[in-house]
């Protein structure tokens, strides 16, 4: 039909040029003794004219005419792709693949519902004793490892992209051997009966059933899902129908199960219904089943679920709800773009004649990159293809995820991003492969979500009510929202495989002229990327870099965007609340609640297998900290921008640019002097080492530099708005924020940037508050009282308003402060505060922070009811701060007197340099496991610090050193350390067994280590093989050095994890604001009184719980109630450990309620 239209149109173009002469060429220039005046003239210029756009009408066509048949091949191609894949199954069982022969001759006789009908009544009601051999599918308890992962994600993106008959031909091929057939699951049979059930396929289905019966798997309810589904949509008689729900029946199957245990979409669910009840006309499906009322058991959140509590007063934002739609709508179309481009806070060139010329000349390489990226994706595509016509679980669905546009843009992305020293082909592998990953997720369920939310806001906005008051997940499940569906994370190796995949097309793609990099060179292309081989940390890797000449033309063109991906930037409207294990945070893009090695399954499959109400209390307190409302800093913002574009000041976290790295030697210690045969080994190997260093300064420089042009642009870009950031937590339930460049857990830089949205006046005691944090912030009064340090502050006043009004110009007292941009920040704020007409009145917007004082020796002497320890970390009342570092290097110097006057050298050596400063790094790590060896190597670079110590005695020094530091603590910490090593043997003893470690913490969070042995996995061909390592793959042994070491540090963190959601979600109930970073409070200054009430009252109610008798009960059930290893030496003395419970001493738990340093 095409052709013949082009046909027709092409000779009326010929019919038309007729009266020129030699019509059917294109015109040619007249010679110059024909040109004239006149009537001839005239007609021969609009015959020319006439000849031109006739040309151009013809080339129009004829391009329109390739276009079309190009389609047309394509779908010819498709269909004889399509008929090239296999979809009668090969049965290993000769008695089935001979009934399956016969059934297909006699077809016209024998239709294939009756098939099916015999075979659900001849299939094994439960696994044969092969099959049961075999890795099968359980439910959530089962373990997809290796290739089980590769196949399900292989099936589930075929389903994703259309390619059913491919998945069909895999799981033949995979079908017919007898070795690949132990890797398929009845998830795999029961996906791909599913597609074909969705198209109304009965035969396509019916040969998955004839596998299903030859695997000698059971068919369950999602197989009878998929069967009836397709006989609805086929209108099959009513006889088939019933054999089908009687055999079911037979099953030990509930027709009911169909609508309550099987995920369906409306329509899925509409068509089952019609074929059930032409089957059973009177059936009614069940309701949605109403989950009973879920209670939480932890004793600690009882009063946070308690109905109709009067005390309840929970916060609203100060945005009405027309703001909130607005701001919703900004969200969802950021969300559905995928990515955002920021302008990008680099100083802005002058448009000179060279940076135009340089943005013309990237702007004509780009158009050529598409066009060639294009060209490179179908290509590969079809290498693909061809690959799993083959049976090989290739990467085309995964290719065919995105369309070609969106990966070329993708692609483009990552050129731009490539610094100049290039990156490592694994780590873009990695990224690509997940940028892939992540944006498949991305649902499109808009106008549902927008009417949900809409109704949501209303427990949120200014201006509304809800009948009522609720925590914000109970009022999104309130509103009958469904479970956004779950989706199996990809194996590592297809990630990196599909990235290394990408790269390569990227590298052959990305060419250009030349010219670019030598003027005179012939204009012949040349790469981009080049691949090159370097050595970090004395390991060699191989590394994409861009060419020299490229860098430079994208330094000369200065374009100054960056795109982010919309899930790495703070959202512009309040998170969905967390409702399940995976759902919560963004709107359309799916988000865990617990984040985790790509690839790992481990701490999923324990939180789904986690009652829902057991986690109530770690998605409310997620849900709270994503709510609080932030704005940007503005006159911080401008001031750091200031120092930002003019070279940096590395001294205030400013980090200087690239052209003040430092140059590689010159002269006498040039590097390419190394080839010289006159300089010896000794010059050459400190020649090289001198150049990995600047290499390596150079190479930290950059990575600061970019963080920070990361964080400043997205502070600039928000800069007047309100906005949000969705929080998630690690595998030990601490907390972190989902925006990775810009949020308030970075440096001392990154906090001063944020203040809360919402305000607060400072009411009474607002502004002492103000002023002992700001003294705080400076790190000069650790040890002084409270009133000491508001005085202090009060007689700073004046350098303090000096700082606020002139930080650049002035005395620049703040630059001298522990934190100086927070407590620049600060002392705004107190101007500001000092100044106005009633101090009480100021609307504060300042977050006051409160720190735990070592919060994890703090949770070790709470454990172990240690007296001695309470006191040292301000469990105790007391008039001053205990400062337990300044301790411990009090102690440590009792024993090196002793040691000197025994004649110790090392410890005379050490005679007054022995401070705070040198141990404190080691005694707060020591609660987080860290080993004597860790502990060495911070002390040494605590004493090279020092230009007075002789550096000869370094080493010795620093081994004497953590020994006595250890010491120290095992004197001061007698309780501490018995507990440290309780858990480190148990942890040792379970990992024997041939376990990870795992417990529940005191909220019910479920909690295990992801330590394993390294299995080794390589991707071989293209650029190069890469190896990595994966230390998350549960079918290897638990890494036994790394899980001992680390239960200690991992059971305190989920520990002050707890106390942090506990105090939290009290302060939500009080209506306050609060956020953390960590054991680091934050609240408005009016608040920080109440807030410090709350601290304390859920640090004695966590505490007062028998935590390691808990702990023990749970570990012994959970490793030594198995009566079939109960005689394993192992086993036996892991019992004997957990049965010996560290006694505890006297220390009374009431008395932090009274000890204002705890948190200060």
């Not at 009934?99 to 077809?107: I, K, P, R, V």
């Not at 798997?217 to 209108?235: E, H, I, K, T, V």
């Not at 960056?562 to 959202?571: G, H, I, K, N």
């Not at 009080?1070 to 934050?1082: E, R």
């Amino acid at each position: 039909m095409a052709e013949v239209m082009v046909k027709r149109v092409a000779k009326r173009v010929a019919v038309a040029r007729a009266p020129e002469a030699g019509g059917a060429q294109p015109p040619r220039q007249a010679p110059a003794g024909a040109k004239g005046a006149g009537a001839k003239g005239a007609a021969a210029t609009l015959s020319s004219r006439w000849a031109q756009k006739l040309d151009s009408d013809q080339q129009l066509m004829e391009k329109r005419k390739q276009r079309l048949e190009g389609k047309l091949q394509k779908r010819v191609e498709k269909g004889a792709w399509q008929k090239q894949l296999r979809l009668e199954p090969r049965l290993l069982s000769r008695k089935l693949a001979s009934q399956l022969q016969h059934w297909e001759q006699g077809a016209p006789r024998s239709p294939w519902e009756e098939q099916l009908a015999q075979l659900l009544q001849e299939a094994p009601h439960r696994l044969s004793s092969e099959a049961a051999a075999a890795p099968a599918d359980r439910g959530p308890e089962s373990r997809l490892e290796g290739q089980q992962q590769r196949l399900l994600s292989f099936f589930e993106c075929c389903l994703l992209t259309g390619h059913l008959p491919l998945a069909h031909h895999v799981l033949v091929t995979h079908h017919s051997k007898s070795q690949q057939q132990r890797l398929l699951t009845l998830s795999m049979y029961n996906m791909v009966m599913l597609g074909w059930a969705r198209q109304g396929s009965f035969k396509e289905l019916t040969y998955v059933f004839f596998m299903l019966k030859d695997a000698g798997l059971a068919p369950d309810l999602q197989s009878y899902a998929a069967a009836l589904q397709c006989m609805g949509r086929l209108d099959q008689d009513a006889g088939t129908i019933r054999r089908c729900l009687k055999q079911m029946a037979q099953d030990g199957l509930q027709l009911q199960g169909l609508f309550t245990a099987v995920p369906l979409s409306a329509e899925e669910r509409a068509e089952l219904l019609r074929a059930v009840r032409k089957a059973k006309p009177a059936f009614t499906p069940p309701r949605p089943p109403v989950p009973p009322p879920q209670v939480n058991t932890s004793p600690l959140l009882r009063e946070i679920y308690a109905k109709q509590d009067p005390a309840v007063s929970y916060p609203r934002l100060h945005l009405s709800l027309k703001e909130l739609q607005g701001l919703f709508q900004q969200q969802l179309r950021v969300e559905m773009a995928t990515t955002i481009t920021v302008e990008s806070v680099e100083k802005v060139p002058l448009l000179t004649k060279e940076v135009l010329h340089a943005r013309k000349t990237l702007a004509g390489l780009r158009t050529r990159w598409r066009t060639a990226l294009y060209r490179e994706l179908q290509e590969t595509k079809e290498s693909e293809a061809h690959a799993a016509r083959e049976g090989r679980l290739s990467l085309f669905p995964y290719l065919c995820l995105l369309s070609e546009k969106e990966v070329v843009r993708m692609l483009l992305q990552t050129l731009q991003a490539l610094p100049a020293q290039g990156e490592s082909l694994l780590f873009l592998a990695h990224e690509l492969g997940l940028r892939v990953f992540k944006r498949k997720q991305l649902r499109n369920e808009v106008q549902e979500l927008e009417q949900r939310y809409s109704k949501y806001l209303h427990l949120l906005a200014s201006d509304t009510q809800v009948a009522e008051p609720c925590l914000p997940r109970q009022h999104w499940e309130a509103l009958g929202v469904p479970e956004a569906p779950h989706e199996q994370p990809w194996p590592m190796s297809v990630v990196v495989q599909l990235g290394k995949q990408l790269a390569e097309v990227l590298v052959r793609a990305a060419q250009m002229p030349s010219s670019l990099a030598a003027p005179r060179s012939p204009g012949t292309l040349i790469p981009v990327l080049y691949h090159v081989y370097s050595f970090r940390s004395f390991r060699q890797i191989g590394i994409l870099k861009p060419h020299p000449a490229f860098t430079q033309l994208l330094e000369t063109a200065a374009e100054r965007t960056l795109t982010f991906e919309s899930t790495d930037v703070p959202m512009l409207c309040p998170p969905l609340p967390w409702t399940s294990p995976h759902s919560g945070a963004f709107l359309l893009s799916p988000t865990r609640m617990m984040r985790s090695v790509e690839g790992s399954q481990q701490h999923q499959l324990l939180l789904e297998r986690c009652p829902p109400a057991e986690l109530h209390g770690a998605l409310d307190a997620l849900t709270q900290l994503g709510n609080c409302a932030w704005r940007v800093n503005g006159r911080v913002l401008d001031l750091v921008l200031q120092l930002f574009a003019d070279k940096g000041c590395p001294r205030l976290g400013v980090p200087a640019p690239p052209s003040e790295a430092p140059r590689p030697p010159e002269g006498r210690r040039a590097p390419n002097r190394c080839l010289l045969p006159e300089v010896s080994p000794a010059e050459k190997a400190e020649m090289r080492r001198e150049l990995a260093r600047r290499l390596k300064v150079a190479r930290e420089m950059q990575s600061l530099r970019a963080d920070a042009l990361y964080r400043l642009s997205l502070a600039r870009h928000l800069r007047h708005r309100v906005f949000w950031l969705p929080h998630n937590m690690d595998f030990r339930g601490r907390t972190y924020p989902c925006s990775p460049h810009f949020n308030h857990l970075g440096s001392d830089l990154a906090r001063a940037l944020l203040e809360f949205a919402q305000g607060r006046p400072l009411g009474p005691h607002g502004l002492n508050w103000l002023k002992i944090h700001l003294v705080n912030l400076t790190g000069l009064k650790k040890r002084e009282s409270l009133q000491a340090r508001r005085d202090y502050a009060d007689e700073l006043m004046e350098d303090i308003l000096d700082s606020a009004d002139r930080p650049m110009t002035g005395r620049k007292w703040w630059m001298e402060a522990d934190e100086p941009w927070q407590a620049l920040a600060c002392c705004m704020e107190v101007a500001r505060a000092v100044r106005a007409p009633d101090p009480a009145a100021y609307v504060s917007h300042f977050p006051v922070h409160q720190d735990g004082s070592c919060n994890g020796l703090q949770h070790y002497a709470a454990l172990g009811r240690d007296s001695v320890g309470a006191a040292s970390v301000n469990l105790l009342p007391s008039d001053l701060p205990q400062d337990v570092y300044s301790e411990v290097a009090a102690q440590v110097e009792v024993f090196r007197r002793q040691d000197a006057e025994q004649g110790v050298q090392v410890a005379q050596v050490l005679e007054g340099f022995i401070s705070r400063k040198v141990v404190k790094q080691t005694v707060m790590t020591v609660v987080y496991g860290v080993t004597r060896y860790g502990g060495r190597l911070q002390i040494e670079k605590r004493l090279r610090e020092i230009h007075d110590f002789p550096q000869d005695f370094v080493w010795e020094a620093s081994h004497y050193l953590v020994r006595q530091v250890f010491n120290s603590l095992q004197e001061m910490f007698s309780g501490t350390r018995s507990i440290q090593r309780w858990l480190t043997e148990s942890a040792r003893l379970i990992s024997h067994t041939g376990s990870a470690v795992e417990w529940v913490t005191p909220l019910g969070i479920p909690i295990i280590q992801p330590y394993h042995r390294d299995s080794k996995i390589m991707i071989k061909g293209g650029l190069q093989s890469l190896t990595f390592s994966s230390s998350v793959d549960t079918s290897q042994k638990p890494n036994t050095l790394k899980q001992k070491n680390g239960f200690p540090p991992n059971f305190i963190h989920s520990l002050d994890s707890s106390h942090m959601m506990l105090t939290a979600l009290h302060c939500y109930r009080k209506g306050l604001t609060f956020v953390s970073v960590h054991d680091c409070f934050w609240t408005h200054a009016a608040d920080v009184a109440v807030m410090n009430q709350v601290c304390r009252e859920q640090f004695i109610r966590l505490h007062s719980q028998p935590i390691l008798h808990n702990l023990s009960r749970f570990l012994i059930e959970r490793f030594c109630s198995d009566p079939r290893t109960s005689k394993n030496i192992w086993v036996s003395r892991l019992m004997d450990t957990l049965l010996s419970v560290p006694k505890t001493g006297t220390f009374n738990l009431e008395q932090v309620k009274h000890s204002t340093y705890f948190f200060s």
